[in-house]
C-alpha cells in the first residue's frame, strides 16, 4: 500500500498542553499535507509542506518534514477543546491524477 | 464550510434503491473527487474528474455511477448496494488535478439496510 500511517491513533491531552502527531508514508512525494477532520464532517485543509521544505508554521501549527526517513510530524501547540478532531496526513506525489494518499488518522482530544 | 456542498447529508437506503449523491463546489476548480469512509480505514478514493472527464476509476464495483456534467456538480449514482457500502461519502475538489490541495465537502452518512 502507498498509504500512510498516523501515529499515535489516539491522543489525550488537557488543555494548554502541546500535542505532536506523526505520520510515515512510503513513496517519495511531491508534498505532504495535513488535514483536520471534525466528527462525521468533511476534512479541512490544514498545511501542505513541499518536499523541498524541512519546517513550516502556521499560526498555532508546526510541521517538519524529513523526506530521508520519509515521516513528517505535526505539532499543535498551547492546544485548546476546540482542537478535538482527527488529524491525517495526505501524502502527493505530483502526478498528473493529483491523487492523495491519506493515512487512518490520529483522533486527538483535548480536555478542558 | 468550505465552498463544497453535498446532499443529502444523511441518507438510508434499501439494498433494491437507486438513489444519487450531489456535490457542487462553487470555487472554479476544474477537479472533482469522491471518497468513501469507513470505520478504521483509510480514506478511499472512488473516482476523479478532471475538466469534466473521468480520469481514474479506482476498481469501484458497478453499482457506484458517476456523473460530471460540468465542472461545479458531481453526482454518485447508487443501485443495489450492499450493507458494507454504509460509509461517510466525501466530495473534494481541487483548482486543477495536479494541485496538490483539496478542499472538502461535509460528507453524506450513507446507511444501507
Known amino acids: 500500500s502507498q498509504q500512510g500511517e498516523e501515529d499515535p491513533q489516539a491522543l489525550s491531552i488537557q488543555e494548554g498542553e502541546n500535542a505532536t502527531m506523526n505520520c510515515s508514508y512510503k513513496?517519495?512525494?511531491?508534498?505532504l499535507q495535513w488535514y483536520r477532520q471534525n466528527s462525521g464532517r468533511g476534512l479541512v485543509h490544514l498545511i501542505l509542506?513541499?518536499?523541498?521544505?524541512r519546517e513550516k508554521h502556521s499560526g498555532r501549527l508546526r510541521v517538519t518534514l524529513d523526506t530521508s526517513k520519509k515521516s513528517s510530524s505535526l505539532l499543535i501547540t498551547a492546544s485548546r477543546a476546540a482542537d478535538t478532531a482527527s488529524y491525517f496526513c495526505a501524502s502527493y506525489r505530483g502526478s498528473t491524477l493529483g491523487r492523495l494518499y491519506f493515512g487512518r488518522g490520529t483522533q486527538l482530544t483535548v480536555w478542558p | 464550510e468550505t465552498g463544497v456542498t453535498q446532499t443529502p447529508r444523511h441518507l438510508v437506503m434499501g439494498m433494491t434503491n437507486k438513489k444519487s449523491l450531489k456535490c457542487e463546489q462553487h470555487l472554479g476548480h476544474n477537479a472533482m473527487y469522491w471518497y468513501k469512509q469507513s470505520a478504521k480505514k483509510p480514506l478511499e478514493l472512488m473516482f476523479v474528474y478532471s475538466l469534466e472527464e473521468r480520469v481514474e476509476n479506482n476498481s469501484v464495483p458497478s453499482r457506484f455511477s458517476p456523473e460530471c456534467p460540468n465542472s461545479s456538480h458531481l453526482f454518485l449514482h447508487l443501485h443495489t448496494l450492499q450493507p458494507e457500502d454504509s460509509a461517510l461519502y466525501l466530495c473534494?475538489?481541487?483548482?486543477?488535478?495536479?494541485?496538490?490541495?483539496?478542499?472538502f465537502g461535509p460528507g453524506t452518512r450513507l446507511t444501507v439496510l
Open positions: 509542506i513541499r518536499s523541498n521544505e
Open positions: 473534494a475538489s481541487s483548482q486543477d488535478s495536479q494541485r496538490g490541495n483539496q478542499f
Open positions: 513513496t517519495s512525494i511531491n508534498n
